[in-house]
């Protein structure tokens, strides 16, 4: 069995990358089976050079080192910080050593750390290192750390932090935290005049859309309040949640005569008019009207 650092570099040395990685994993796996066997083979490879320090990166996340792992969660070496940050998902790596990780980092690290903690398994720590970053790094860094807050603290800073989130952060936030994103939709969209909100749900579509399956209700809310004449296509792509939730509004919404985008707008999916049909809503004969021939209802 390979025992030293030496014994696996020379069994790596004729292998293709990906029996290269498999090979490492299962030696480190069986390493970790023997107490204190792993340990040294770590350290030996990560004094070395850079190919040398993934594969203990590697063997520590397949072997289950909590500790090797833990000190390069903010790594130069983007690779063995993606192997510590995968443990830190896996493993019970400790709060702490993320915290130590998240200080003075780079501005990469710091994006690579708040991914790790959108998932709201650490909420405490994202509380604290958001409410720590905005001070340290601006609304930019704290934004990125809301996904992992809980939704009672995400939506008090929102409404602070909103001009720092970028438009592809929007359906990370709204998917984590779909009543504080519509909210913030609906105080936007009340202080917006008219002419301005076709507008406004272009750029947001995605993160309604996001939001949309967990609040179809208030979604719809905000459709018949606020809504554009043209549905946008990631609205439009989940309507069969606001059918399910409430086909009679749906139907409404659509047979709508004073929206003028009802002529040419893109027609409803057929799994979406059977669900239509099925749920016979008192609306759905206006969709398939005379004023209407693009649409497939009649």
Do not use: N
């Not at 209700?217 to 059918?243: C, F, I, K, N």
Request: hydrophobic residues 45%; proline residues 9%.
């Amino acid at each position: 069995m390979i025992s030293t650092a030496d014994d696996l570099l020379v069994a790596l040395e004729t292998l293709p990358h990906a029996a290269r990685l498999r090979h490492t994993a299962v030696t480190a796996h069986r390493l970790a089976a023997r107490d204190g066997a792993l340990r040294p083979l770590l350290a030996t490879l990560d004094a070395r050079g850079p190919y040398e320090r993934r594969l203990a990166a590697l063997a520590a996340l397949t072997g289950g080192d909590i500790e090797h792992l833990a000190a390069r969660l903010a790594d130069s070496d983007p690779v063995v910080r993606r192997y510590a940050l995968r443990g830190a998902r896996r493993l019970p790596v400790p709060d702490t050593a993320v915290e130590a990780a998240y200080e003075d980092a780079p501005a990469v690290v710091r994006a690579d750390l708040a991914r790790l903690l959108r998932d709201g398994r650490r909420s405490r720590l994202a509380e604290r290192l958001a409410l720590r970053a905005r001070t340290e790094y601006g609304d930019r860094d704290a934004a990125l750390l809301l996904p992992g807050c809980s939704p009672e603290f995400t939506a008090k800073l929102l409404p602070e932090l909103a001009g720092a989130l970028a438009f592809e952060d929007w359906s990370t936030l709204a998917a984590r935290h779909p009543i504080a994103v519509l909210d913030h939709a609906q105080r936007e969209l009340g202080d917006l005049p008219e002419r301005l909100r076709a507008c406004w749900w272009k750029q947001h579509a995605t993160a309604i859309a996001a939001a949309l399956p967990a609040a179809p209700g208030r979604a719809l809310d905000l459709l018949e309040r606020y809504g554009p004449d043209d549905l946008p296509d990631p609205v439009h792509d989940r309507l069969g949640h606001l059918v399910a939730a409430d086909a009679e509004r749906v139907a409404r919404w659509f047979a709508d005569p004073g929206r003028t985008a009802g002529r040419w707008e893109r027609t409803p999916g057929p799994a979406v008019m059977r669900q239509l049909v099925a749920a016979d809503p008192p609306s759905l004969p206006a969709l398939g009207g005379p004023t209407d021939p693009p649409r497939a209802v009649a």
